[in-house]
């Protein structure tokens, strides 16, 4: 990208974030609502910031089958509600043990596991609260985005079963495949679903679904592979997690399983993958495109 259009992209990212913050603002007990603490844990986390790559990702979706998908950052906002749920849960001692998060404290170092657990299972069960009570579309859409979300955060291909391949890989030899086993699943599916749910929601037809499925198959797919990068490239301030974590706690990552390098150029060819994928859409996709090329070329 040119200057000029990171700086157009900069600009576009931080208002759909703004939207979809204002949109779990208005979802979110406020600190005041009883009981105080679990509000309190679950506004610490979710507003500490993050990049907001699932919601953007399926409002740009949305915008590209629709000019006026009414209320899409409603229905944005549960991708980051189950992201936000999935991250306090990581983070536990019982799971990846890190005390760093978008920055800061994670959430069990601040209000203590027992409030974390039950921060992160409030998120997740808002997320599909949500979901039964958006405006603008039809009881229909309504179940089909609850099936959708439900199986990218579940366990068969799914978030969980994901993190399940990932916790039982710590130790093993890398490996092509179990690589694919974890990441497909435990950071891919959330990114495809994310360019699902937005398209789902602005009316896509069945062609129009499967070509926005392999943009974000590609998308999700490219996301990993520098996440594992710039964990090994990149310090704990730059990440705002703990940096090298990975290698410490011998998970498979891409790095481990094809070198630096190698993970590079494939990221690469995943970026440039989504590109085709969208052809069809023509300059509708601009922002789809724009963000493939900003997971890919991102140094935090």
């Given amino acids: 990208m040119t200057p000029t259009q990171q700086a157009r992209l900069s600009d576009y990212l931080a208002e759909q ?28 986390s979710l507003f500490a910031g993050g990049k907001r790559i699932r919601p953007v990702l399926a409002v740009a979706a949305a915008h590209t089958v629709s000019p006026s998908p009414q209320g899409i950052e409603n229905a944005a906002a549960t991708l980051e509600l189950i992201h936000t749920y999935s991250l306090i849960h990581d983070d536990l001692p019982a799971l990846d043990n890190d005390d760093l998060r978008r920055g800061r404290p994670t959430c069990h170092k601040v209000f203590g596991e027992a409030m974390a657990i039950l921060a992160g299972d409030s998120l997740l069960t808002l ?16 179940i089909v985005l609850v099936e959708e979300l439900s199986r990218a955060a579940g366990t068969v291909g799914g978030m969980i079963g994901g993190q399940v391949n990932d916790i039982e890989g710590e130790g093993k030899e890398p490996s092509a495949l179990l690589l694919e086993s974890i990441h497909r699943a435990k950071t891919g599916a959330l990114l ?38 710039l964990d090994v490239e990149q310090t704990s301030d730059a990440l705002g997690k703990t940096a090298g974590k990975d290698q410490a706690q011998q998970k498979i990552t891409f790095p481990a399983v094809y070198g630096l390098e190698q993970s590079r150029m494939m990221a690469e060819k ?16 601009e922002r789809l495109r724009q963000i493939a090329d900003y997971i890919v070329l991102r140094s935090a």
């Fill in 17 to 44: 974030v703004q939207s979809v913050d204002r949109a779990l603002d208005e979802w979110i007990p406020e600190e005041s609502v009883e009981p105080t603490t679990i509000h309190r844990a679950m506004r610490y």
């Fill in 127 to 142: 997320a599909f609260e949500v979901l039964s009570r958006l405006k603008h579309v039809s009881a229909e859409k309504k």
């Fill in 192 to 229: 495809r679903a994310s360019v699902r749910m937005g398209a789902i929601y602005a009316g896509a037809t069945d062609a129009e679904l499967a070509v926005l499925s392999e943009y974000g198959e590609h998308v999700g797919l490219a996301f990993q592979i520098i996440d594992d990068v």
């Fill in 270 to 285: 995943e970026r440039q993958a989504a590109h085709r994928a969208l052809n069809q859409f023509g300059e509708r996709a």
